[in-house]
């Protein structure tokens, strides 16, 4: 059974940065792509960032250039370091895999952002 696991959230001030990690267990496949959603009160679940086998890249426009993501495609864990939080950034924030045989998803973690 995949299991994904989040860790790292917290409460921080603005302009401080945490870092969240992802680790899968169970994983009997390829991971194509490790991805991290986020998700406000209220709001829709966005993509912030993934991260594809190969390395490419993509960020949700407003973490451009303060959140980065990194893969561990041999040990199916991957991470997203962010910088320069603000309280926009509150939110649940989960890891997702992606594979030919579907989507994955962790628990999620609480980040708080405080002003």
């Known amino acids: 059974q995949v299991q994904l696991v989040e860790s790292g959230g917290g409460l921080v001030q603005a302009g401080g940065s945490l870092r969240l990690s992802c680790a899968a267990s169970?994983?009997?496949?390829?991971?194509?792509?490790m991805e991290w959603y986020r998700q406000a009160p209220g709001k829709p679940r966005d993509l912030v960032a993934s991260?594809?086998?190969?390395?490419?890249?993509d960020y949700l426009d407003s973490v451009k250039g303060r959140f980065t993501i990194s893969g561990d495609n041999a040990n199916n864990a991957w991470s997203l370091q962010m910088n320069s939080l603000q309280p926009d950034d509150t939110a649940v924030y989960y890891c997702?895999?992606?594979?030919?045989?579907?989507?994955?998803w962790g628990r999620g973690t609480q980040v708080t952002v405080s002003s």
């Open positions: 991260i594809s086998r190969d390395g490419n890249t």
């Open positions: 169970g994983v009997r496949f390829s991971i194509n792509v």
């Open positions: 997702a895999a992606k594979s030919v045989f579907g989507s994955y």
